[in-house]
């Protein structure tokens, strides 16, 4: 039995990630910058352990961003996807604490 993710597709400059994200992957295409959002326990629902697929699939930079009172972890702070075709992982450890793993930079 394998894995099979389905895609939303995001276009616009900025996005923030909702429930229906679980087990996607969210493909951002843009030429412009685009900041993704990680929100607060308070106004999402998703649970410790849960999973979102970044993949910049246009020109524009991807930025990972979070609401107030979340934590978002990554490797020496970076926040950014290296570029087209890039793709990262969101995983959520606890209350309001990611971690960012993937093609990442500062």
Known sequence: MGFNSTINAQVGTTYTLVYNDLGKVVELNNSSSITV????DTTGSFN???RVDLLQTGTGQVSIAHAGGVTLNSHDTQRKLTGIWAAATLIKRAANSWVLVGNISL
């Open 48 to 50: 410790i352990g849960d």
């Open 37 to 40: 959002t990680v929100p607060a």
